[in-house]
């Protein structure tokens, strides 16, 4: 059963473009929400991550914003470049005891054309 | 630092043959993850070490499927008999308590079961 259901799969914009990206949750236990950023060959890296007691992150060019009560949060990236282009994964967890174990969506892949 | 090192970096092999995936921890890192990822089903968690113990296996497919870690600097994942179906690219990721959650991935090895 998929925790974390993330939209869309793939997304192209143009230069310049806003694309925003999608997660919902359904465990109201998870405390920790990272955005992690894969190019192609290579593992992915984080690229972003919220706790719940903020709605909104932004670390240069990528927002995260999050909603509890909707249960849901998202990646908005500002100014996108074709550098961009990559898959991004959404992610939860909970924190409990010595729990590490991350909860992932299936990715969105992401071409920013020039 | 190296970053997590993995070996080998592809591998192609029969149908009932043993293979046999490495990983390198980064230095100092005490939590371990063992990755599989496919187009179909994204990234699956097989299992996680803390401290070179296994913490949660659920995610490993069957009996064919086997991880150690028999020091904080060495692990295995393990598959006999190989299927095609298992044809993917296999991450390993490590991290530290405390360090904020953040995972870092190795490049992967891509399998590929003839």
């Known amino acids: 059963q998929q925790q974390v259901k993330q939209s869309p799969q793939s997304l192209i914009v143009q230069k310049g473009g806003i694309p925003i990206i999608n997660c919902a949750y359904e465990n109201t236990a998870f405390d920790y929400f990272p955005w992690y950023q894969q190019f192609p060959g290579k593992g992915p890296a984080l690229l972003i991550a919220i706790r719940p007691d903020v709605s909104e992150k932004k670390e240069g060019r990528f927002t995260i914003s999050f909603n509890k009560s909707a249960k849901q949060f998202s990646l908005h990236i500002m100014d996108s470049q074709p550098g961009d282009s990559a898959t991004y994964f959404c992610?939860?967890?909970?924190?409990?005891?010595?729990?590490?174990?991350?909860?992932w969506g299936l990715g969105t892949s992401l071409a920013v054309n020039p | 630092d190296a970053g997590v090192i993995q070996s080998p970096r592809h591998e192609v092999t029969e149908m009932g043959q043993e293979v046999t995936l490495r990983c390198k921890p980064i230095s100092g890192h005490d939590y371990l993850f063992w990755y599989r990822q496919t187009m179909m089903r994204g990234l699956e968690l097989l299992i996680y070490f803390n401290n070179n113990v296994p913490i949660d296996d659920s995610g490993m497919p069957e009996d064919r499927f086997s991880a150690k870690m028999p020091n904080a600097s060495f692990s295995t994942l393990k598959i006999q008999p190989s299927e095609p179906r298992d044809s993917a690219v296999y991450f390993c990721?490590?991290?530290?308590?405390?360090?904020?959650?953040?995972?870092?991935f190795g490049p992967g090895t891509r399998l590929t079961v003839l």
């Open positions: 992610a939860a967890s909970t924190r409990a005891g010595n729990n590490r174990k991350l909860i």
């Open positions: 990721a490590s991290s530290v308590a405390g360090g904020g959650d953040e995972q870092f």
